[in-house]
């Protein structure tokens, strides 16, 4: 049997195989569990060194296939390394050579995208925490503890209960008002996190970009042109929204503005949980309280402000149909974009 054993395992390439062929030897039905069933007719002095012998033979045998995984496992990702290994200086000299080059992640291109042109019409960027104070995520935002708003949004809490991973990036109106004074208008890119149910739509840590414009008289219809404007820039082309009412503490009125579903062509998908249209943003006209909370006075400014999904963004713009996919870190999966 050892014999059987040990050309039978040179032959093994991958580590499936590999545990099919320990079932075959040293598995309940195995083939050394075969032998040891004859132990009953043997003597039983015969039976204490056929029993030593055996388990001598179990020891070799398990060492060798532990040994043999290991090697195989190390050419399986070394074989892996070899297939998508990427040269992060991104140049097409690379190309030539026939090297992989890098890319953007389709994420980044969109990211950047979006900051090009709030830069062109004059937005100044700004940056704010991951981990954000109660005050920031919900208080000044009016959003008192005890509020039934918190709950829309599931949080991950820290410790001490004071503190938070940003829910999302509205931080950034009370940071921003607090850096600046009006006329201002801002945007704030970055990631937040929920802890929520994740489907093909939904991820517990996805990107928003805030946005806020605070002047004089300012009104609902200058937001929903500037939003049309921004979703054609960034399609470029004109693609069908709607506009809906929709409540978050800190704006009044508040809207939710959806687009087509652009993988389905609006006929419905698991995207748009087939009803052909994707939620992009939340919007609307700032809060009295929220310019307060900035130090802001409320009878003398206004403007609006919005937060927009930028992973649902960036599945329209690239058709990708899993939400999921984004932050997968799969080479396979971001390689697709190179040529954008
Ligand atoms: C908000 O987060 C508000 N702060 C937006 C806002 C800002 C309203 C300023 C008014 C004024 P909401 O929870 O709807 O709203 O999220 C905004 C967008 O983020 C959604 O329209 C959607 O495009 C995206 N989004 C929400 N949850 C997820 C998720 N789990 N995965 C991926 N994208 C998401």
């Known amino acids: 049997m050892l014999e059987d054993f040990k ?6 390439q991958s580590l499936p195989d590999m545990a099919q062929f320990k079932a075959e030897y040293l598995g309940k039905k195995g083939r050394l569990k075969g032998l040891m069933a004859g132990m009953r007719d043997l003597s039983p002095e015969e039976r204490s060194s056929f029993g030593a012998k055996a388990n001598e033979a179990k020891q070799f045998m398990e060492k060798l296939i532990q040994e043999q ?9 070394n074989s892996r390394l070899d297939k998508e290994w990427q040269d992060i200086s991104w140049t097409d000299r690379l190309k030539d050579k026939g090297q992989q080059a890098a890319g953007l992640h389709p994420l980044s291109s969109v990211m950047r995208g979006l900051e090009d042109i709030f830069l062109s019409m004059g937005f100044d960027i700004l940056d704010g925490p991951h981990i954000e104070d109660e005050y920031h995520n919900f208080e000044a935002l009016n959003i008192p503890a005890n509020h039934p708003a918190r709950d829309m949004q599931d949080t991950f809490w820290f410790q001490d209960k004071k503190h938070l991973l940003r829910t999302h990036t509205s931080n950034i109106q009370i940071r921003g008002m607090e850096q600046h004074k009006p006329p201002f208008k801002f945007v704030g890119p970055g990631k937040v996190f929920r802890s929520e149910a994740l489907d093909a739509s939904h991820e517990a840590a996805f990107h928003q970009l805030e946005g806020m414009m605070v002047g004089k008289d300012i009104s609902v219809s200058h937001m929903i042109h500037f939003l049309r404007t ?6 470029q082309k004109e693609i069908k929204v709607r506009l809906r009412p929709g409540f978050f503490p800190f704006v009044e009125p508040g809207f939710e503005l959806d687009y087509e579903c652009l993988l389905c062509g609006g006929t419905g998908c698991s ?10 943003l939340g919007c609307g006209m700032v809060h009295p309280n929220v310019l307060k909370a900035g130090n802001i006075d409320p009878r003398e400014w206004n403007g609006f402000a919005f937060g927009l999904g930028v992973d649902r963004l960036t599945m329209m713009r690239y058709h990708i149909d899993d939400v999921r996919h984004i932050h997968s870190g799969d080479l396979l999966f971001s390689q697709q974009f190179k040529a954008y």
């Open 230 to 235: 921004l979703l054609s820039e960034i399609f």
């Open 271 to 280: 995207v748009c949980k087939q009803v052909g249209w994707v939620e992009a």
């Open 69 to 77: 995984s290991t090697r195989i496992e190390l050419e399986e990702i």
């Open 7 to 12: 050309t039978g395992i040179e032959k093994v």
